[in-house]
């Protein structure tokens, strides 16, 4: 889609904004209540008309997230913090540079989504879901008692007056390994994402990332 230069007739759908700038530009990505159908605007940061133009944009949307720069202050001035959120320019925006995420118009929509989805509500999960969860649970406490076996073997192994190297290494490792672990489910290799739900935000958000790179 491309990017509008004048102020759209209706803006009353958008929820969600988010806004970068580069230069002297900011660009402005508008999101509706799902965090769907993106439009985007341009306008000069450094001009009155631009910077009305982006205060016409910013009316409807209810909650919009911009850099800490002086359009963002004037924003922040004119709205207040209930609906604008500020980040710092050389901080955050500048370490979503460096993922890779590109300024200008990635940027924004990057920005739109990190604050819609800041706003969305635990997912509750269905049958489905949760036999997968203790399954994976399962496997993990399982995988733990195996260990545990493991480890009082070789610790008895040593107790017994067992003294080779393979035997102490192999007790201290299984010691780490035990502290480390918990009982943290162990890594999965998924041949597929395990999100299989195109509308929800976590696909979305995925895959808007994979494109952003």
Known sequence: MGIHQNVPM??????YAGLDEVGKQYVLCLLDE????PHYYQGRSDTKKGQEKCLALLKAPC?????STALGLLLLTTFGEEKLMLRSEDEHY???ERAGVER????ARFAALLLFSSFQSPKILDEREKNHLLAMQGEAMESLRLMGDESQHALSSLLAGKKESSVVDKALRLEVKSRQDGIAVP???HSASPIKEEDSFFYRLYCTLQKLK
């Open 94 to 96: 500048a370490i979503w």
């Open 34 to 37: 799902r965090g769907k159908s």
């Open 187 to 189: 890594e999965q290799v």
């Open 63 to 67: 909650k919009v997230l911009a850099a």
């Open 104 to 107: 200008g118009r990635k940027m």
């Open 10 to 15: 209706q803006t009353n759908s958008y929820m």
